[in-house]
């Protein structure tokens, strides 16, 4: 293979959406900085932000009722809930400048306005929705919640759900119509093409072989470029490692002490979808159950009202699979491969504080179509297996790490970011709520990682994100005015009405 080296001010691992919106940011926070990306793919945003790898849900805790832990008091515990709303307040922000600057076109492209909904039965189930709902709308950003444990309201709001239904039980839902759905694989398309106008160079089939650190404490990425059989070696004082499941294996290659003692396990997700028109035309909303105990969080039941491709459809899921890949691109040896000497007993420690998860992926492994179709019917009593085929979502990667709270190997169902003490490269590691917060995800690495300019960078940031170091729970009037004015930005409200839709 032929050799050369460049230097560059930024590398950016993964073209997803992570690393597009870090792009995206630093480019209006220091225009003259030479950005380069690389992508093992032949296209952005094909592995997590890929419309088909993820529930394509704007995470705002509106419908999702893990984020909302009912406390041994019986109290409801808000907080992630306020924290993750304000996080895609704060994602909605950024899009709306851009297309307010005329940076990015058309969002209907990326996001529709979709009711958000969460459906429970039983009575204690309907008690818990019940305080949920007086908690949230205590706080402006979930103004506009409705609940309901009447049959006929809940007929109005999810006729699919409830038009073949016995009522044997007591049932309540809440409401939210400023829910969205979201395509990130084509919100990545969009932000890479501005970045690509903005001379960001943004190279495809490459794949990165190893990151080190030089003497004088930069970066050299040894990059293969398949299609032109060269190997290049690029180096940077900053390196983004945005790869989805594949960021842990380049975190570990670059031997930090951060690197250490963190594993992660692959969880592969599959969902029912249904493109037959007369079945998709009876629901419009984004409907959310309670897990199955035992189940993890990223495994909250379902039924999806999704765009994709300029069509309406429906997903119901996700169930969980297993491949020992870390990406559906990547290779089956990639759990094996990601065990170190320094985090073996931190993956030993992991399996065994977590049998009720393993066997409840045991059991998910085991399931055929039929008996998902099973599944779906506790939503949709009448669903007619015929009208559903069985569709293969992402891959995600669970971090497992060694934490003082939790002890050695402990699961982390969140995404996090790693960075190195002197902010000299960062790794974003998990899944969900991901992409819906990658916004404030990408500020917190810009804030650890470029200490020496957030002062200098602040009114810009201010001038693209209005409520950035401002907590909209405690600011009633700027939570509403962060709402109407990104709602009219991108579409998500009729020009005629005042609110969001």
Excluded at 73 to 78: F, K, L, Q
Excluded at 106 to 124: A, K, R, T, W, Y
Excluded at 255 to 283: Q, R, Y
Excluded at 337 to 360: C, D, E, I, Q, W
Aim: aromatic letters at 8%; charged letters at 20%.
């Amino acid at each position: 293979m032929r050799s050369r080296h460049t230097t560059t001010d930024v590398i950016l691992i993964g073209a997803g959406v992570m690393s597009a919106t870090l792009g995206s940011l630093l480019k209006e926070l220091a225009p003259d900085w030479n950005i380069t990306v690389f992508e093992k793919l032949e296209n952005p945003g094909e592995e997590s932000s890929n419309v088909w790898n993820n529930a394509g849900t704007g995470h705002s805790a509106l419908c999702e009722l893990n984020y909302t832990p009912e406390q041994p008091d019986g109290s409801i515990d808000t907080s992630k809930a306020l924290n993750i709303n304000e996080k895609f307040q704060v994602s909605k922000q950024l899009w709306s400048y851009l297309v307010n600057s005329k940076l990015i076109e058309n969002p209907q492209d990326f996001i529709m306005p979709l009711p958000h909904m969460s459906l429970v039965h039983g009575e204690n189930n309907v008690r818990f929705l019940k305080k949920r709902f007086e908690a949230l709308t205590e706080n402006p950003l979930f103004q506009g919640m409705e609940f309901s444990d009447d049959p006929e309201t809940l007929k109005e709001w999810m006729p699919l759900i409830m038009d073949e239904r016995t009522v044997d039980q007591p049932m309540a839902a809440t409401k939210v119509d400023s829910g969205t759905d979201v395509n990130f694989g084509a919100l990545t398309r969009k932000l890479l093409a501005h970045l690509a106008n903005q001379n960001v160079t943004i190279n495809y089939n490459h794949t990165v072989d190893d990151i080190q650190r030089t003497e004088d404490g930069s970066w050299e990425v040894k990059v293969r470029n398949f299609e032109r059989s060269t190997l290049q070696t690029h180096t940077s004082n900053f390196v983004f490692i945005g790869a989805g499941g594949g960021a842990l294996p380049l975190l570990q290659k670059t031997g930090i002490p951060e690197s250490k003692h963190v594993g992660g396990f692959p969880v592969s997700g599959l969902f029912l979808v249904c493109d037959n028109p007369e079945v998709v035309e009876k629901h419009h909303a984004k409907v959310y159950g309670k897990a199955p105990v035992g189940a993890p969080p990223m495994s909250v039941p379902h039924l999806d009202t999704r765009y994709i491709d300029g069509r309406k459809t429906l997903l119901f899921g996700p169930f969980a699979g297993f491949s020992p890949k870390f990406l559906k691109t990547g290779s089956n040896l990639d759990l094996l491969g990601s065990v170190k000497p320094n985090n073996v007993f931190t993956m030993l420690a992991a399996g065994a504080k977590n049998v009720p998860l393993t066997k409840y992926l045991m059991e998910q492994l085991m399931l055929s179509k039929e008996q998902y179709i099973e599944e779906l019917r506790e939503f949709v009593p009448d669903a007619n297996s015929e009208d559903w085929d069985v569709v293969t979502a992402g891959q995600r990667v669970q971090v497992i790490k060694d934490t003082d709270a939790s002890g050695r190997g402990t699961l982390q169902f969140g995404t996090e970011v790693v960075n190195a003490t002197d902010g000299s490269i960062a790794a974003l590691l998990g899944a969900s709520p991901g992409a819906s917060t990658a916004v404030s995800i990408m500020l917190e690495v810009i804030e650890k990682c470029f200490p020496q300019y957030v002062d200098e960078w602040t009114p810009k940031i201010k001038e693209m994100i209005p409520s950035y170091g401002v907590s909209l729970k405690d600011h009633p009037e700027l939570a509403r005015d962060i709402h109407s004015t990104t709602a009219k930005a991108l579409g998500l409200v009729d020009e005629n009405q005042a609110n969001p839709v």
